[in-house]
């Protein structure tokens, strides 16, 4: 009986992780009206994630992130002055699947992982004359790639690249669009609760 009992492989424990994370918006574009050509600038990207993962391969993440001013170009606003209202932004919502690489193939070090999932963009904008109010909120595809490694017990690191783009497409009349795309490169901390 003791025997069996020891045959019984260990159960896996699934550990949950609060993620803040912070980083950089880079390329990007958009059909939404667009005054200050600023969907391809760089933005600064703050958010928030939670993950669950375990020692295999699969694990589950939800994050939130916020590109505040995504309509707003300073370099344009500088020279015939701003023409969207301070207060533009891009938001996502998304969840997904995340498939890393086991602990035991990178001996403890950073462990590299795919995620893809789908969730929200929600997309806020205003001209400066107060003729065009878009606020826009699509379907999305969320791709990414990273790795985490643990620093201590409860508090590791994430380095994350994402591409995340709307899934809906344009009506053929024209008028204020619903396309939006943007990758991001965010650095965040894992925080065991």
Do not use: C, W
Not at 73 to 89: D, E, F, M, R, T
Not at 167 to 173: E, F, L, R
Request: aromatic fraction near 6%.
């Amino acid at each position: 009986m003791v025997g069996m009992l020891l045959a019984v492989p260990g159960v896996a424990r699934a550990d949950l992780f609060l993620v803040p994370f912070a980083g950089m918006k880079f390329g990007g574009s958009t059909s939404i009206v667009d005054f200050e050509s600023a969907a391809g600038k760089r933005k600064l990207v703050l958010g928030v994630a939670a993950r669950q993962v375990d020692d295999g391969i699969i694990g589950y993440e939800i994050e939130f992130a916020n590109i505040a001013e995504y309509f707003a170009n300073q370099k344009v606003a500088a020279i015939i002055g701003p023409l969207v209202k301070p207060g533009s932004s891009v938001n996502d919502l998304a969840g997904g699947l995340v498939l890393s690489a086991p602990p035991g193939l990178t001996g403890g070090g950073l462990r590299p992982y795919v995620a893809v999932g789908g969730g929200l963009i929600h997309a806020q904008s205003e001209d400066a004359f107060d003729v065009i109010k878009v606020r826009r909120t699509v379907a999305a595809l969320s791709l990414g790639v990273g790795a985490v490694g643990m620093l201590t017990n409860n508090v590791g690191v994430r380095f994350d690249v994402r591409h995340l783009r709307s899934i809906s497409k344009d009506a053929p009349t024209g008028g204020v669009g619903h396309q939006v795309a943007y990758s991001r490169f965010t650095v965040g901390l894992l925080l065991r609760p």
